[in-house]
């Protein structure tokens, strides 16, 4: 099993961009379809991007779609989220979380946090109004 690590979180005005990495120890990170989500305070874990292990499907929550990219580089063992046009709302915990899919390559997980296990311990990101 793989340990996830986020970072790159931070302070940003509304409107500014900002990127996460999340990087995974252990074998066969290239085997887990990956995603990202994200928690505001009081709230309820959301789902914010996933992709396939193969890089070449993703999905979005629709807040997010068309400001977010997620990507991914299995030879560093890490995966990215890109986010522009960021938002007041947009602030919260991110996680990046793992799905195990070795013979799937294209598989991109739905957006329910019980389909991913691991999960990193989260990476703060505020932006300011």
Known sequence: QVQLLESGGGLVQ?????GLSCTASGRSFSSYAMAWFRQAAGKERQFVAAISWSGDNRNYADSVKGRFTISRDNAKNTVYLRMNSLKPEDTAVYYCAANYS???ATYVPGPRDSEYDPWGPGTQVTVSS
Do not use: F, I, T
């Open 14 to 18: 509304a409107g500014g961009s900002l």
């Open 102 to 104: 070795p013979y799937r």
